[in-house]
Each structure stands twice: as structure tokens, then as C-alpha cells.
């Protein structure tokens, strides 16, 4: 299991391998004095960054972009080793971030420059643009299931935009930070990019420095901590909490699609996925035969040896959750597959329990990890119902052969991201925003969304020649006033209502 080897009074930390135990790496732990220096180099690198330009720094991001490509496996090897997943679906990380990094790189320019925007038949004297600047200083803490992928959602479009990062990392997994802000150090140089490594302490000192918006990705307990924090100051932060995903199952759905998904989604780098699947909601006239597609794929899930499809659980306390999730779930439910023999100490096989209390845990909370309900429901409206009647909206997938059907379930889906006969679909596609809505948190990462959200905009109105009207002015004529009265209804008093 990953552990911190320190005392109270600890300056380092040593991460060990999941699967074995092993130690890893070392780390100094930051405190306060070393955010506060931390955030003083950045906000002077901010501002060399700022003065680029959009063209001089997408030049160098996509040369830091290249210098993590060119020793990708290496990068993916230091995943592996912190989270315990196998290598291969590290390997798939970095590739999938590398796209994201790419996108903002390329798409900050035309998203985020100045452009003029129509001012209106009385304002026709006034030139009118919008623009978007950096904030500054974006203090990112990120999680442990992704170490790479899901911080840099934050990482790369705030550095397109134009802000320094200061990049806390979870104590589990702090190697990819270091490893990705030594490439940048060798690529671009500059305090521009910093990782800062640490306990929760470390976070809270980097909340508490001198930044100017963060983005957070955790639990929604320790998200309501940040923000209270962050408020004492005034700093906004974007939040991407967890989910209590559900995937809904038509009774015309490619069932072994659907299948081969629910697997994926929900099994997958040991069920810690905040955007996977831990809900599954079938139309019941296919219940049964949805039911034995999974259980065959499930029953064939390797997880332990060398060719293991998923590793151990990488917070060693995750493994309660599951057990106490697994154990309320039974109550009401049968397991097809697995059970509570299936919680091991560091490994968890596939559990798939059927027809469990919408009141249990395993329904209404996240369990985060490799446990999946299905349940049946008498129609598709049901089974959006059901999704959205839990405190968490973040994502969730719909499987059906009737468009029509896919697009209103999509619709009345209360999340913040939607896929269609796929799980994750919206994943690699960097021009789609991401984040949640509910307890999932708020704000957007990714797409031209996520490059807005680290930025502020700026409006601009250069007054090129006389008003038609003179109207700003304490010594108004009554002309200007009496022309004023009648355009009044003339410009906006002909809409009438709609008839009943």
C-alpha cells in the first residue's frame, strides 16, 4: 500500500509502490515559508510568461509538450509505480493528456484575443471589445487516481491562458509533478511552473499564499474546506468533486457494447474513476441477459500478476469504503459477481451486485472503486429519475439505438457530461468542457471553457466620435430627453406577448 513514511515534525515523505509496498521516491514536505517564496517567484515568472503573447507561449508549451512525449514511458513508468495501476493504462494517460495540452496550446489565441463585438443602434459611437487576461498566480491540487491527466486539465489551460501555476500534488502520487516540472524546467525555465510537494498541510499553506484563483480536485468535504479558506480572501476556485456515476441501458441498446463499457468503466483502474461507472439502470425487459453479459466479462478480469487488468487500491483506507459499501448493498441485493470475499488487503476483485435499495450506499455515495450496481427500471424516464435523485452530477452515459431517445435522456440528465453508446467518450475530445454540477462541484476545465475559466475578461469601449444623444452629461436638454422618450418604445416596446 502507499504510504507516508514521517513523523509530526517530518521535512520528507517517501511514497511506496501499491502493489508491493516498495519505496518509491522521497520528497521534501513545503511549508508555509516555501509556498510563500514559491508564490513570490511565481507572480514575477507570471509575468514574463504574460508578456509573451499568445504565439510566444504556445511555442514553448508545445516545446514542453514535446519534451514529456520524447520520455512519455519513463513518465508513465513513475505513474505506475505511485498508483499501482499497470503500466499500460498509464501509458494511455499521458497520451490522452498530451492531446489536452496540445489543444490549449494551440486554441488559447483564437479563444481567448481581444474581439470586437457590435454596440448597438444608440451606442453606434463607441467601438466596443472584449478580451481575456490571466489571472496571475493559479494554485492547482490535484488527485491521485490521475495523476497526470486530471491536474493538467487544470495545468494547461491555465499556462495557455497566460498564469504561472504553482502545482501541489497529492502526497500519494507527487512523482509525475516533479518528473513534468523538471521538463519544463530543461524546455521553457522560468518560476512558471512550480510543483510543490507536501502533506494536507502543504495544502493549506498553498491556499493560504499569494494566489489569485485555484483549482481543486478531491472529495466535496475537502472542496467546502478550500472554498471557506479561499473566501477569507476573496479567491475563486473551480472544483471537480467526485460522482456517483450512472450508466442507463435502453431495452434496443447493443447490449454487448453496453457491456463491454460497464466493465471498463466501472472496474477499471480499480473503480477510482470520479467520471466512471458505479450505477447502472436497465430497462428490465433486458435485464437478465445485460446481467450475464457482465458477469462473463467480470469473471475474466485479471487483477493480480504481471498481465493484472487493474492494480490495488492506492489509498490504502479506500478499501473500507468498499467493504462498508459492499456490506449495505447486500443487504438488499445479490451479488452475480464476487462479494465480500472479493476485498482483499490491497486488491479488490470486480464486484457486481444486482437489485440494491436506492436508499444503500453503494446508490447515494461514491464508492470509488471496483463495485457496480444494476438495477432495473421500467422505462428509460425511470432510469434518468433515478440517476438524477443522488446529491452527486458529474457524468453519465446513455446506451440506446433510437437518437431520439439518447438525446432527450441526455438532455434531462443532470451533469455536467454526457456519453452516448460509449463510457468516457468526451474524455480525449479536448475542445468538450468538463466538470459537474450538484456535489460534483462547478466550473470547467478543458475546451474553450476551461481556458475562460482561468482567465478574467476584460471590457473595453473607446468612444470614436458624438453621441447621437448627448445623455452622459448633468446639463441634459430637453431635446435629448424629449428624443429620448419616444425611442424608447419605438426600440423596445414592440414585442407583444404570446397568445395563451
Known amino acids: 500500500m502507499t504510504i507516508l513514511d514521517q513523523t509530526p515534525a517530518a521535512t520528507t515523505l517517501t511514497t511506496r509502490n501499491p502493489v508491493d509496498g516498495t519505496p518509491v521516491a522521497t520528497y521534501p514536505i513545503a511549508g508555509p515559508a516555501e509556498l510563500a517564496a514559491a508564490a513570490a517567484r511565481a507572480r514575477a515568472g507570471?509575468?514574463?510568461w504574460h508578456g509573451l503573447g499568445f504565439d510566444g507561449r504556445r511555442a514553448r508549451l508545445l516545446a514542453w509538450k514535446s519534451a514529456i512525449a520524447l520520455r512519455a514511458d519513463e513518465l508513465a513508468g513513475i505513474i505506475a509505480a505511485e498508483t499501482g495501476k499497470p503500466h499500460g493504462d498509464a501509458v494511455l494517460e499521458v497520451m490522452l493528456t498530451l492531446g489536452h495540452l496540445d489543444w490549449a496550446a494551440k486554441n488559447a489565441k483564437p479563444v481567448l484575443r481581444r474581439r470586437k463585438v457590435k454596440a448597438g443602434l444608440v451606442n453606434y459611437n463607441q467601438h466596443a471589445t472584449v478580451g481575456y487576461e490571466p489571472y496571475g498566480v493559479v494554485a492547482v491540487i490535484g488527485p491521485w487516481n490521475y495523476p497526470f491527466y486530471t491536474p493538467m486539465g487544470s495545468i494547461s489551460y491555465a499556462?495557455?491562458?497566460?498564469?504561472a501555476v504553482l502545482f501541489k500534488p497529492s502526497e500519494l502520487t507527487p512523482g509525475p509533478a516533479v518528473w513534468i516540472a523538471e521538463?519544463?524546467?530543461?524546455?521553457?525555465?522560468?518560476?512558471?511552473?512550480?510543483?510543490?510537494?507536501?502533506?494536507?498541510?502543504?495544502?493549506?499553506?498553498?491556499?493560504?499564499?499569494?494566489?489569485?484563483?485555484?483549482?481543486?480536485?478531491?472529495?466535496?468535504?475537502t472542496a467546502k474546506k478550500v472554498m471557506a479558506a479561499a473566501a477569507e480572501r476573496l479567491v475563486p476556485i473551480v472544483a471537480e468533486c467526485g460522482g456517483s456515476d450512472a450508466l442507463l441501458v435502453a431495452a434496443d441498446a447493443d447490449l454487448d457494447a453496453a457491456a463491454d463499457f460497464i466493465v471498463f468503466g466501472g472496474l477499471g483502474n480499480a473503480g477510482q474513476t470520479c467520471a466512471g461507472v458505479e450505477r447502472v439502470y436497465v430497462?428490465?425487459?433486458?435485464?437478465?441477459?445485460?446481467?450475464?453479459?457482465?458477469?462473463?466479462?467480470?469473471?475474466?478480469?485479471?487483477?493480480?500478476?504481471?498481465?493484472?487488468?487493474?492494480?490495488?487500491?492506492?489509498l490504502p483506507g479506500q478499501v473500507d469504503v468498499v467493504r462498508r459499501h459492499v456490506d449495505d448493498a447486500l443487504r438488499t441485493g445479490t451479488a452475480v459477481v464476487g462479494g465480500r470475499d472479493s476485498i482483499g488487503e490491497r486488491i479488490v476483485s470486480p464486484i457486481v451486485i444486482t437489485d440494491v435499495a436506492e436508499s444503500s450506499l453503494a446508490v447515494r455515495e461514491e464508492t470509488f472503486g471496483p463495485l457496480v450496481v444494476i438495477n432495473p427500471v421500467a422505462s428509460m424516464d425511470e432510469a434518468v429519475r433515478r440517476a438524477n435523485a443522488v446529491e452527486y452530477g458529474l457524468t453519465a452515459a446513455v446506451f440506446t439505438r433510437d437518437k431520439t431517445v439518447a438525446n432527450r435522456a441526455a438532455a434531462a440528465l443532470r451533469v455536467g457530461a454526457v456519453s452516448i453508446n460509449s463510457v468516457l467518450g468526451f474524455a480525449g475530445v479536448a475542445a468538450l468542457p468538463f466538470g459537474g454540477v450538484k456535489s460534483s462541484g462547478f466550473g470547467r476545465i478543458h475546451g474553450a471553457d476551461g481556458l475562460r475559466e482561468f482567465s478574467v475578461?476584460?471590457?473595453?469601449?473607446?468612444?470614436?466620435?458624438?453621441?447621437?444623444?448627448?445623455?452622459?452629461?448633468?446639463?441634459?436638454?430637453?431635446k435629448d430627453l424629449h428624443t429620448a422618450t419616444r425611442m424608447i418604445p419605438m426600440l423596445h416596446g414592440r414585442s407583444k406577448?404570446?397568445?395563451?
Open 46 to 48: 507570471a509575468g514574463w
Open 159 to 163: 499556462l495557455a491562458a497566460g498564469n
Open 183 to 221: 521538463r519544463w524546467a530543461e524546455a521553457v525555465g522560468h518560476d512558471v511552473l512550480t510543483a510543490v510537494t507536501g502533506d494536507r498541510g502543504t495544502g493549506a499553506a498553498l491556499v493560504a499564499a499569494d494566489v489569485d484563483k485555484i483549482a481543486f480536485t478531491g472529495s466535496t468535504a
Open 283 to 314: 430497462v428490465d425487459t433486458v435485464r437478465d441477459a445485460l446481467v450475464a453479459k457482465v458477469k462473463e466479462r467480470a469473471d475474466r478480469v485479471r487483477t493480480d500478476g504481471p498481465d493484472a487488468q487493474y492494480g490495488p487500491m492506492t
Open 457 to 478: 475578461v476584460k471590457s473595453i469601449a473607446r468612444q470614436t466620435r458624438g453621441a447621437m444623444l448627448d445623455l452622459l452629461t448633468l446639463e441634459r436638454t430637453e
Open 497 to 500: 406577448p404570446p397568445k395563451p
